[in-house]
């Protein structure tokens, strides 16, 4: 899923760079406004889950790049305002979840994860579940901004995750 998610991440940024930044920050009525501002919720979401499993206590070492990343104020906040100085961030995370993913062990995913939100909720849950919940977030949310590109004429191409399966012999 590490892999699908960066090679889906670098083909999304560049379908998104084919527009001009007034269009990528332009309102198109998302849930979170415009193209931008979905991929900065991505990013978002993807800090606090990564700063969260850095606290786990299987703490993988190719977590700490993200350890002194503020924690964003919310899922909603501008992380940065053009699609290029973003996507020098996704690239970087992209990496850093590849590592982790390379990192955890089987025995991790049956553990516990606790975390408490920005709402004072605590929460525990499996964490391979939750690792389930981290790809599947970024997932549904690239498929807001296909369609968003898709609108504005931008064609992204094939999305399956197939597509990143490697080829068995039969």
Same mark, same amino acid.
């Given at each position: ?14 379908? /998104?760079?084919?527009?001009?930044d007034?269009?990528?920050?332009? @309102? ?5 406004? *415009?193209?931008? %501002?979905?991929?900065n ?12 499993f850095? /606290?786990? !206590?299987? *703490?993988? !070492?190719?977590?700490? !790049? ?6 964003p104020?919310?899922?909603?906040? !501008?992380?940065?305002? =053009? ?9 970087q995370? #992209? ?5 982790? /993913? %390379?990192?955890?062990?089987?025995? @991790?995913? @049956? +553990? ?5 939100? *920005? ?9 391979g ?17 296909? =369609?968003?590109l *898709?609108?504005?004429g931008? @064609?992204?191409?094939? +999305? #399956? ?10």
């Amino acid at each position: 899923m590490a892999t699908y998610n960066q090679w889906m991440n670098e083909r999304l940024y560049a379908a /998104a760079a084919t527009l001009p930044d007034a269009e990528l920050a332009a @309102d198109r009525k998302a849930f979170f406004g *415009s193209i931008l %501002g979905t991929l900065n919720h991505v990013v978002n979401g993807d800090i606090i889950w990564l700063k969260r499993f850095a /606290a786990h !206590p299987s *703490s993988c !070492p190719a977590l700490a !790049p993200v350890v002194p990343l503020p924690l964003p104020a919310g899922l909603n906040e !501008p992380r940065a305002a =053009t699609l290029a100085e973003l996507a020098v961030l996704r690239r970087q995370l #992209d990496g850093v979840i590849v590592g982790f /993913a %390379g990192e955890v062990r089987d025995q @991790d995913l @049956d +553990t516990v994860l606790s975390w408490t939100n *920005s709402r004072g909720q605590t929460w525990h849950r499996q964490f391979g579940g939750v690792l389930q919940h981290f790809f599947n977030h970024q997932t549904h949310h690239r498929g807001q901004v296909t =369609t968003l590109l *898709s609108q504005q004429g931008v @064609d992204v191409g094939a +999305t #399956d995750l197939l597509l990143v399966l490697p080829e068995v012999a039969a």
